[in-house]
């Protein structure tokens, strides 16, 4: 389970606002990448906060609150299926997280960044964690904030959008999204630069 020792180690160097960053929809064949970013406090405790794949939509929707509730700020950031497509989807991945910092209220003093790639241009100094949602408590909050913001955005999309059910897959590649894709090929949130096709 993700603790705050990570956040810890920053805390005793004299940094006093750590903030943990992580995306969700890099595999999605439609709809943005979503970042968030986290700063907790040192006392912050949320019970059954995980990497947000881990856990179930319901268990995501209820720890929402409870992180707005403890974090000291929250930021989010997106890039879109154009921006994508032009980027690739590591470089829209990093960006979106960098939106994300830089939408937080507060300026981060150090910034641990899930995964192996630091942030091209970062707005303080970094630290890649590797599987940093299972081990940072900060990241496992920006994974959970940023899945179920992505989420909500697509089953609103589902909306005007119905025939390629995302309101159920979210837009990732499954079986049901290519044959939507077969039958009435990409929409305007399909990202051009994916395989579109099984």
Not at 41 to 64: F, G, M, N, W
Not at 172 to 180: C, K, S, V
Request: charged content about 20%; some cysteine.
């Amino acid at each position: 389970m993700p603790d705050l020792s990570l956040e810890r180690t920053h805390w005793q160097a004299g940094f006093r606002y750590v903030a943990g960053t992580d995306e969700a929809g890099r595999g999605c064949l439609a709809g943005p990448v979503v970042a968030a970013a986290v700063i907790l406090p040192p006392d912050a405790t949320i019970p059954r906060l995980d990497d947000s794949k881990k856990l179930s939509a319901t268990q995501r929707e209820t720890l929402v609150p409870v992180i707005y509730e403890e974090a000291l700020a929250v930021g989010v950031g997106r890039c879109l299926p154009e921006e994508i497509d032009a980027l690739n989807i590591l470089h829209a991945a990093l960006e979106a997280m960098h939106r994300a910092v830089l939408d937080l209220a507060l300026l981060p003093d150090v910034l641990l960044v899930d995964g192996n790639q630091p942030l091209p241009v970062p707005p303080c100094p970094q630290e890649t964690v590797v599987k940093g949602d299972s081990r940072s408590l900060s990241i496992a909050a920006a994974s959970v904030v940023a899945k179920v913001t992505r989420d909500r955005y697509m089953i609103a999309l589902h909306e005007a959008f119905p025939v390629y059910g995302w309101d159920g897959h979210k837009g990732y590649p499954t079986a049901a999204h290519y044959a939507a894709l077969a039958e009435h090929g990409p929409s305007p949130h399909h990202r051009r630069s994916f395989r579109l096709t099984c």
